[in-house]
């Protein structure tokens, strides 16, 4: 029986709401597994801040050009028609309105869309990279997440209490329990586990969930 989604999962599902020739930019890390999980038919544009748009798969280990790299340093392959470009002209795509969707992941985000998915700790990157630049200029702003942290705290939270990346930015998050909007600064639940019940759903999440409408299960396959 799940009891929760792996990563792979939660990736898979925020693929499935991707639209096909959407410009897309993945977050560094766990949000890069989206691009494995395109539906069939369907292609994304993905773009990556140091300057590629419509990269492809990465490539069979031992294969790998490490001249064709994304923002996070893994290797990657070219789709038909990519484009280089400088990553000034990469950073102006993102300001001026370009990308469709950012999907990113987070330490904690807030009923109000308010995300904070950066740090300064002993692991993480000494700087927020893009994701400020993303947050604002991307017409959609999606988070993949684990439900709660390793310690079992909410990561959906009432107000945020690390440092932010972006107000009232986020309009969707994928959990490994369920798939929640925000809507009139509010959290309201759209799809969740169906070994899940409402009532256990909301003591790992640190604050109301609305039901407006239907709540669906969320149902993905095993990978």
Same mark, same amino acid.
């Given at each position: ?22 410009? $897309? ?8 597994? $989206? ?11 993905? #773009? ?38 400088? #990553? ?46 993303? $947050? #604002? ?9 684990? #439900? ?18 972006? $107000? ?56």
């Amino acid at each position: 029986m799940t009891t929760k989604l792996s990563n792979a999962q939660i990736a898979w599902r925020a693929a499935q709401d991707i639209a096909d020739g959407t410009y $897309v930019n993945l977050g560094i890390g766990f949000p890069e597994m $989206v691009a494995q999980y395109q539906p069939p038919g369907r292609q994304a544009v993905f #773009h990556t801040e140091n300057g590629i748009l419509n990269f492809g798969e990465s490539p069979a280990e031992g294969h790998e050009d490490w001249d064709l790299i994304n923002a996070g340093k893994k290797a990657v392959t070219l789709n038909a028609g990519a484009a280089f470009f400088h #990553h000034a002209d990469s950073f102006a795509m993102v300001r001026g309105g370009h990308l469709d969707v950012a999907i990113l992941g987070a330490y904690q985000v807030a009923e109000n869309g308010d995300l904070a998915n950066w740090s300064t700790g002993p692991k993480g990157v000494p700087a927020v990279g893009g994701a400020m630049d993303l $947050v #604002h200029g991307a017409k959609r702003v999606a988070v993949i997440t684990d #439900h709660v942290t390793k310690d079992g705290k909410p990561k959906l939270v009432k107000c945020c209490t690390l440092p932010l990346t972006g $107000v009232g930015c986020v309009t969707r998050v994928y959990t490994s329990l369920a798939v929640v909007d925000i809507k009139g600064r509010r959290f309201v639940l759209r799809e969740k586990l169906p070994t899940l019940s409402l009532e256990a759903l909301q003591a790992q999440t640190g604050a109301e969930l609305l039901i407006d409408g239907p709540v669906a299960d969320l149902i993905v396959p095993e990978l």
